[in-house]
């Protein structure tokens, strides 16, 4: 059983700055980890839920929305994932969740907000 904790998030000005990070805890192993997408959507308010950005080993891929500002890495820690968010602009507000894709199971976060003031 995978589950996705999530951490960071909050209000930020525009132009400012967050990290989000993404922890994969349960029976998974390091293989498993690094060899699978993991990653970010959004979803605002009224929306569908988006692509955000992803890495797949050491692989990144980003939503062109994002690109040039958002850069998504793994951690020293254990099974953790970070998205390093930067030029925060108010479009960027929504609720992010983490995702992990694996052989037999597709797996969510719970969010967490980022709101953006103008």
């Known amino acids: 059983q995978v589950q996705l904790v999530q951490s960071g998030g909050g209000l930020v000005q525009a132009g400012g700055s967050l990290t989000l990070a993404c922890v994969a805890t349960g029976s998974i192993s390091e293989t498993i980890f690094s060899t699978n997408p993991m990653g970010w959507y959004r979803q605002a308010p009224g929306k569908s839920r988006e692509f955000v950005a992803a890495i797949t080993g050491s692989s990144t891929n980003y939503a062109s929305s994002v690109k040039g500002r958002f850069t998504i890495s793994r951690s020293s820690a254990k099974n953790t994932v970070l998205l390093e968010m930067n030029s925060l602009q108010p479009e960027d507000t929504a609720v992010y969740y983490c995702?992990?894709?694996?052989?037999?199971?597709?797996?969510w976060g719970r969010g967490t907000q980022v709101t953006v003031s103008s």
């Open positions: 995702h992990f894709l694996t052989p037999v199971k597709e797996n």
